[in-house]
């Protein structure tokens, strides 16, 4: 995911947990990678995190309808202490890695710098699904890579070789 945030416009990104938002099953797996593609500091509105909060578990989801037209969430809207945030002020190029149960936000963009990120998100399979209500789906023709069969793959092509 491309995060804009434009110089002067960069709107604020409230407080929340990823495994709001990527569900697996039986258990939480979401590992987040936040790459700055700009300098980040407290005036273009940096990436800011809470410590030791992915000790806490995901209780609040976010769930696609059965229709598949559709949101809502799911457990009670969580009011995340903020108190003891800190700000995750990195040089460009930086690549923060978080849980999914990490509570981070960002601030407006005060500046007249940029700071944009780009995001990807990783969850573990073995032994774990992808929630059939997630609200990101694949179509089935185009279904997510599964790393590890593309591992054995792999090294069944360096067995052949």
């Known amino acids: 995911m491309y995060i804009f945030k434009n110089p002067k416009i960069g709107s604020e990104v409230f407080p929340h947990k990823d495994n709001t938002y990527l569900i697996t099953t039986p258990k939480l797996t979401t590992i987040g990678f936040w790459f700055a593609l700009d300098d980040a500091n407290l005036q273009n509105g ?4 809470v410590p030791a909060s992915q000790e806490n578990k995901t209780e609040y989801f976010m769930y696609k ?4 037209n559709n949101v809502y969430y799911e457990g009670e809207k969580p009011n995340y202490d903020i108190k003891g945030g800190v700000p995750l002020e990195v040089k460009k190029g930086t690549i923060i890695m978080f849980d999914g149960n990490f509570v ?3 601030a407006h963009n005060h500046s007249q710098q940029a ?3 780009f995001t990807l ?3 573990e399979t073995e032994n774990v699904k ?4 997630n609200w990101l789906q ?3 023709q185009l279904p997510f ?3 590890y069969k593309k591992v054995d793959q792999l090294k069944q092509l360096k067995d052949i070789n």
């Open 46 to 49: 940096c990436l800011w995190g």
């Open 65 to 68: 309808n059965k229709e598949g």
């Open 130 to 133: 992808w929630h059939e209500r």
């Open 145 to 147: 890579e599964d790393f």
């Open 138 to 140: 694949r179509y089935p």
């Open 121 to 123: 998100h990783f969850v």
């Open 115 to 117: 700071r944009n990120a």
């Open 104 to 106: 981070h936000y960002s």
